[in-house]
């Protein structure tokens, strides 16, 4: 389910849209989102879309040098396209933090981003692959979260966006499924993807 806002929104207009997206019940299992002004309702993933999660979260935890937590409900404040209110509010497939931050100990439901916190954010696509290649990608740029790992199950491929400067990130490295992928500092892996297949 997807309700989207058409027509720029006034100070007024954002609170309620804000209120109204806070207020939201969703079914057990579902995620809400409020992305650019439109309110994102995303069904229980299936397992494909779990696994691939799984083996990320397995292989940064298992190799990399650094200890890792690492959340896949953490809801993260960044900013909006037009910089108003309300920002967005998204909650990745993955977000991970060094430990010894110990950011998710006393965060609040919606955690603001802040530069040095979040090292890399996941996302799987799903249903809508255009949220997670496009306004989630600029939102997670504009925050400047330093990483950005994209599976993108219908391109059957995985990419690694860095350098985030401007509202977007300008540097992405790709590779097809079942290949490796380096991801840098901090978390300094060879992803492995053969399992995403």
């Not at 079914?27 to 299936?46: K, M, N, T, W, Y």
Request: aromatic share 8%.
């Amino acid at each position: 389910m997807t309700v989207m806002v058409h027509e720029p929104l006034s100070h007024g207009d954002a609170d309620v849209l804000l209120e109204g997206f806070l207020a939201l019940d969703t079914p057990e299992g579902f995620r809400a989102e409020l992305i650019d002004g439109e309110i994102v309702v995303s069904p229980p993933p299936i397992g494909a879309h779990e696994w691939c999660i799984a083996e990320i979260s397995l292989q940064v935890v298992r190799d990399s040098p650094h200890r890792f937590h690492w959340s896949g409900n953490k809801g993260l404040l960044v900013p909006s396209s037009d910089g108003g209110q309300p920002g967005n509010r998204v909650i990745p497939d993955a977000t991970f933090v060094l430990a010894e931050t110990g950011l998710f100990r006393d965060a609040e439901s919606w955690m603001p981003v802040e530069p040095g916190g979040v090292a890399m954010v996941v996302e799987v696509t799903s249903s809508r692959p255009e949220v997670d290649r496009e306004a989630k990608r600029r939102g997670y740029a504009r925050a400047e979260i330093p990483l950005y790992l994209l599976v993108d199950r219908r391109e059957q491929k995985v990419s690694l966006f860095s350098e985030p400067k401007e509202g977007d990130f300008h540097k992405v490295e790709w590779v097809p499924f079942g290949k490796t992928l380096p991801l840098p500092e901090p978390i300094d892996i060879e992803l492995d993807t053969s399992g995403f297949a």
